[in-house]
Structures are given as C-alpha cells and as structure tokens.
Nanobody
C-alpha cells in the first residue's frame, strides 16, 4: 500500500515559518515527482509547489514564490515544504502528492496524503 503522511502543520502568527514534511512508503519514491497542494475553507484545492525526481527542478504558485521552498531527501523517502513569511491567506489544509509527471495539474497525481492543517493568524 502507498502511504503519504504529512506532518509539521500548526498555528503560527503572520510572518512566521513552518516546515512541512511528507513521509512516503509503498512506492519507489525517487521515481515520482512530488507536489504540494492546499485547500482553504470554501475554496478549491490549488497547486502550491512541485519538485522533480532528483530535486533539481522546482516550480511554485505565484503567491508563494520567494517564500516557500520545496525540497526532498530521497534516501529518507521524504519531501519537505519550508514556508517562510507566512500570511493569513496561506491558511489551508496542505497535502503532498506523487505524480509520474512534472506539473501543477492535480489530476496527474496518483497518490495523496491525508493533509495537515496550517493556520496563520494576523
């Protein structure tokens, strides 16, 4: 069975930082592009970040560029999302996901974690 488990969410004041982790099992981790998505209350799930199989290529949603950094450690089967300068509009449930292709389209992701809540207060 494939499992993706996010952790590291929580409540933080605006301007603060959090680092999310996503531990993967049941798949050949280095064969998958890993993405981060989020869903805010009353909103559709949206793309946040993607990182290539070897962790060399990365892309971000426009509003998080310069603030968020995706990284991965294939030896640990873990992908990370470092979130700095957090804003209230970053409040959402954050999900990690695995895809055979590099992109922002959620329908191209085969496996999903359960999500972790991030709440940013002003």
């Amino acid at each position: 069975q494939v499992h993706l488990v996010e952790s590291g969410g929580g409540s933080v004041q605006a301007g603060g930082s959090l680092r999310l982790s996503c531990a993967a099992s049941g798949l050949t981790f280095s064969s998958y592009v890993m993405g981060w998505f989020r869903q805010a209350p009353g909103k559709e799930r949206e793309f946040v970040a993607v990182i290539s199989r070897a962790g060399v290529l990365r892309n971000y949603e426009d509003t998080v560029k310069g603030r968020f950094t995706a990284s991965r450690d294939n030896a640990k089967n873990t992908v990370y999302l470092q979130m700095n300068s957090l804003k209230p509009e970053d409040t959402a449930v954050y999900y990690c996901a695995a895809s055979p292709t590099f992109g922002a389209d959620s329908t191209r992701y085969d496996y999903w974690g359960q999500g972790t809540q991030v709440t940013v207060s002003s």
